[in-house]
């Protein structure tokens, strides 16, 4: 993925330490995609998608930070999204990114629905944390 | 967080109408207290309004699939109705079928489609 997070202007940033945060940090990432001109369905799974990578950072990374921005590439508007906790990491992010799989009580789809739902999506994991960039494209 | 959702009685049906971007320990409630309620009440249906929703993501759709589940041991049928299209979308990409959850397009219908399946069971 390109390195989105260098060439943005202004990258909005919100902490995420309770599940109130959450949904603050989930209206943001509406707003951006309302202003970057996703369509309804592509904004709902873009937020979606967010609320997936969200809870995850908090319940399994011990909650972190949020950072997100309009980007554009050849003209084409979309949001960026980055998530970044200091937990312990995913030992196998293979497994981790498979449907079904949960280390903890949830379905399973986070990761791997999360990805489903949006067009770029980046992961780096190791034990002094892990991050999760996504964007999703107006089409 | 002290946030509830209200859980109204109408009749011998539970009437959920979410308003709220719900948060987890909100969601959690939720599923407490409806269960709570349906035993108090002797209710045999419930219905969730969920048309105020942006999005249903995993822990909310597995709270609808789970408190379907639970009113059914406790003798009440659950209608999930009002979800957007945009809603439904998502949540089959995402991978969540919500099998065992019975929906329908808007309040007027859920509630038809509960006085049905009572009329089936008497």
Not at chain 1, 9 to 14: D, H
Not at chain 2, 37 to 43: D, P
Not at chain 2, 109 to 121: E, F, T, V, Y
Request: proline fraction near 2%; aromatic fraction near 4%; hydrophobic fraction near 45%.
């Amino acid at each position: 993925m390109k390195d989105y997070a260098a060439e943005c202007a202004s990258l909005e940033t919100v902490p995420v330490s309770t599940s109130g945060d959450v949904v603050s940090m989930r209206q943001m990432v509406r707003i951006l995609a309302q202003r970057g001109g996703l369509s309804l369905v592509h904004q709902t799974k873009l937020v979606t998608a967010a609320s997936e990578l969200g809870r995850n950072m908090l319940v399994y990374g011990g909650g972190g930070s949020v950072r997100a921005a309009s980007v554009t590439d050849a003209g084409r508007p979309g949001v960026f999204v980055e998530f970044r906790d200091k937990g312990p990491g995913i030992a196998d992010l293979d497994l981790a990114l498979t449907d079904g799989w949960t280390s903890g009580n949830g379905m399973g789809l986070g990761l791997s629905g999360a990805r489903r739902l949006v067009d770029e999506f980046d992961i780096e994991s190791g034990p002094s944390g892990t991050t999760v960039r996504i964007v999703k494209w107006a089409k | 967080m002290t946030d509830r959702v209200p859980v109204l009685k109408i009749g011998e049906v539970l009437l959920v109408s979410i308003q709220t971007d719900l948060d987890d320990q909100m969601v959690l409630d939720l599923q407490e207290d409806l269960s709570n309620r349906i035993v108090a009440t002797g209710a045999k249906g419930v219905v969730i309004d969920i048309s105020a929703l942006e999005i249903v993501d995993s822990f909310v759709g597995r709270m609808l699939a789970h408190n379907a589940a639970v009113s059914r041991i406790l003798g009440a049928e659950t209608i999930v109705v009002g979800m957007r299209p945009a809603v439904a979308m998502t949540l089959v990409e995402l991978g969540l079928s919500m099998s065992g959850v019975r929906t329908a397009l808007n309040l007027e219908r859920g509630l038809k489609l509960l006085r049905r399946i009572a009329a089936g069971r008497a």
